[in-house]
């Protein structure tokens, strides 16, 4: 589904990733963990496309397509779906507005028939119970005013609605408290499926209590450098990341 | 002083006239070098305005109705005969010679050119006098549509507002042009409310592009009572906007809420004064800009707090978009207090569209076009939820959305 090959990117110059290499197949979790500055977000930056991130080698293939040359609107409607770690407020605009027109033009590119009110109402309704929020927060403007467990509900009830292949979430865990973290993590659990891939990018091992990842990955200045399986989070609970770091140079 | 003779060419002559002309011509014609004009070039406006067609004279019709769900007065500008209308309880409106002796002159308390220039040629009003504790619960229209009389140019639109104590009334006044010729047009518009009383004013201004428009709302409050304006300047060519309002008596609130909307060849020129006179009297001001292309935007707030108005409460924000190619905004908030026990704020920012925003948008599939406007949209939300008349909000949402999309291409 998703092949990364030797991707090199940096921002006002500063290079960030220098060399990545990922393989992710259809129905697989990843974790990509790392102390921070190691790239974590700015290699979920660049996969959704974010313009500041200049890359300055390698590849993306994405579906036997070249990920870099879509629009991030257009990685959008690929099935690309990027779960923020700080989610943007943006007064005036209410969430259901939002939405509606998210999954519209999503489904027009996949050549999908527009939802009319009803249906959309309909889908929200479904979807708007694997996160338990309050349907209030619909009609209020998106993310405005909502509480950092809120925000990142909102980001995987986004994720529901849209119907996503490939989901990368961004330190979703940052800031969430142990409930918060057990619904995210429960509305995640219950849209992973043999179809569906999830590429989450964390710093702590506790995530992956809740979300279990069939591959753990260690990015630390801009690589790679170790992968592993679930238990390769564990031992970097435990030892911390100065092990990998201390490894690395003596290497 | 050869620009007002060019204003007034075509006019037929009357003698009635001449006291507020010569006082016109003795003001003169704003110039540029003066600080409240200095983006609106008046003179450049009248000389364009006077490239175009004349408007065709002659009588238009003036039609006054009661519908379900509002009273309506359709009237031309140039109002030339009196009238009175069958409106409902406690309401009273007609057409009304204006009293052009020296009092009335001078009850105008202006120095301003275009106020003494509307009185000059205004010869009739519109009159609307809310009764003592009436609350008239269907709001009123007033649609300037169409030129009567032989004015040349010059469009005079004249209204005045009596809100007795402890009165009610919302009015929707619009400018709505779709005609082909040019028009300078001179507006006055002035409001009394008595203590207690509520008067809330909705503008929606849609000129055509050659059109030049300067308007003046004159706004006086007694005790406790509420004045509310909402005003959309969505298109137009050149549009100046005056609001005065004195808070003469403890108690009374003014809230000034605008939305301006200059694109390719226009200006949107918004001049607005709050002038707290007494004691613990409230103002808020909110102004919206949103500036595309070549449009012009200029905000100018001036609050004034006297050295009586102790325990004021005065607010004033301006904040403005920047879209397309080359869109200038000038912003000048003011405040000036002399008095020492007051809470008073004024701020304005100018931006372009968050770039954040903007990528959160579009990294949900939502086309870089439609994800702008909905930004846009959301920006100017603020000042249509200030909109408690809900078919006029629908009426501005169609008319801005127009806007918006157009400034897509």
Known sequence: MLNINELKASVEGKEILKGINLEVKPGEVHAIMGPNGSGKSTLASVLAGREEYEVDGGSVDYLGNDLLEFSPEDRAREGIFLAFQYPVEIPGLSTTNFLKAAVNNVREYRGLPKLDAVKFLKLLKEKIKLVEIDQDLLSRSVNEGFSGGEKKRNEVFQMAMLDPKLCILDETDSGLDIDALKIVANGVNSLRGPERSFVIVTHYQRLLDFIEPDFVHVLYDGRIVKSGTKELALELEEKGYDWIKGEKQEA | MGKIESIISGINE????????????????????????????????IQEVEKGDKPACGHSKIDFEESESEISLELPYNLEEEKEFQSPDGLNISIQVTNDSRHALNSLQTEEFFPVLNHAFGHYEVLIRVEKNREIEKPLRISWRGVSGNLGHMAIAKARVICEDNSSLKIIESHNRSANDNLIVNALFKADLSPGAKLEINQLQAFEKKDLFVGYHHITQKKDSTFTSNLFSLSGGKVRNNHQISLEESGAESFLNGLFTPGVGEIIDNHTIVDHIVPRCTSDENYKG?????????????????????????????????????????????????????????????????????????????????????LTRGFANEILNKVSLQGFRKEVEIHLDRILERSDD
């Open chain 2, 14 to 45: 009357n003698s009635a006239v001449s006291e507020s002309l010569s006082r016109a011509k003795s003001i003169g014609l704003p110039s540029k070098r003066v600080e409240d004009w200095k983006f609106f070039a008046v003179d450049r406006y």
């Open chain 2, 290 to 374: 949103i500036i595309s292309d070549k449009g012009i935007g200029v905000f100018n707030g001036k609050i004034f707090v006297r050295q009586d108005a102790q325990k004021t409460l005065a607010f004033q924000s301006n904040k403005n978009i920047l879209l397309g190619k080359n869109p200038t905004i000038h912003t000048k908030p003011q405040l000036e207090i002399w008095a020492d026990d007051v809470k008073c704020t004024h701020g304005a920012t100018t931006g372009k569209l968050d770039p954040e925003q903007l990528f959160y948008l579009k990294s949900r599939g939502i086309d870089e076009n439609e994800a702008e406007r909905m």
